[in-house]
């Protein structure tokens, strides 16, 4: 008789039948199936079922296992899926959404939030940002890889910056992501930020502060930043003026930044003025 499907009271997965009854997997993390992988989480509850008549210590477990609900047999299949994907730097990490759609019989949305709420996707995954099936996730352990991954810093800083703003300090980043992650982001990307090694998409500004040196912080690329904006218009002030007589190209710092709609003690006139 061949080999069925089980699980475990501590759910890990086993095979029950007269092949492999009552053989479980090393430790409860580690949902590979000894014989086959578990493509589907349907097709699962349905082999499940079947072997629910047979008798003896593999009946049993099979008939307990058929009582498990879907959202549980669901977390299970994308626990696996993540542990299979890896290792392999081009498919992990890897959003949740991504990976139930790899299914056999892909779940429906509802289902997929409700597993992402309990064990064992919820204690053994995380995701870039809570709640979101599309976000990139990972196992717990590997937190510092998703910190790290320049997807997250680049939804981040697109999500966070605009024309009116176009940089934003690590910190504020942090506080988007789910709360383990938060740490291991800021230690990673405030070394990259010190050591001046970006991804192409950002760049680092030098905020200007009412007090103090200017602070560093990371710069959308998409948007020019303010005191560039107003060095520019200074520039054109200047040309504009140069038309004339000489001695309306020498205009006061005062009349330099009425121009400009600012003060001459505003740290962006003084930023624009030190601008290249």
Not at 126 to 140: H, N, S, Y
Request: charged letters at 20%; proline letters at 9%.
């Amino acid at each position: 008789m061949p080999g069925c499907w089980g699980l475990s009271q501590y759910g890990a997965l086993s095979v029950a039948g007269e092949e492999g009854a009552g053989r479980g997997l090393r430790s409860r993390l580690d949902f590979r199936v000894l014989d086959q992988p578990l493509h589907s989480y349907g097709r699962y509850v349905t082999q499940l079922i079947e072997c629910g008549h047979h008798e003896g210590k593999g009946g049993t477990v099979a008939k307990r296992a058929a009582k498990v609900s879907p959202v549980k047999q669901l977390g299970l299949a994308l626990v696996q899926q993540l542990e299979q994907h890896r290792g392999h730097p081009n498919a992990y990490p890897a959003s949740l959404h991504d990976l139930a759609g790899q299914l056999a019989e892909p779940p429906e949305e509802e289902l997929l939030l409700s597993a992402m709420k309990a064990a064992p996707l919820k204690s053994a995954v995380i995701t870039a940002f809570p709640g979101e099936p599309d976000a990139l996730a990972v196992l717990k352990q590997d937190k510092e890889q998703l910190a790290a991954d320049p997807r997250v810093l680049k939804r981040l800083i697109e999500q966070l910056c605009s024309p009116q703003l176009p940089h934003v300090s690590i910190d504020s980043m942090a506080g988007l992501l789910s709360t383990p992650l938060r740490a291991p982001f800021k230690k990673h990307w405030k070394a990259q930020l010190k050591q001046r090694t970006l991804p192409e998409f950002a760049a680092i500004a030098d905020v200007p502060q009412a007090k103090g040196k200017p602070k560093p912080e990371l710069h959308d690329i998409r948007f020019p930043l303010p005191w560039v904006r107003y060095a520019q218009q200074l520039l054109e002030e200047l040309r504009q003026r140069c038309q004339g007589e000489w001695f309306q190209c020498l205009p006061t710092a005062e009349e330099l930044a009425t121009s400009i709609q600012l003060t001459p003690t505003d740290p962006l006139f003084q930023q624009a003025l030190a601008s290249p």
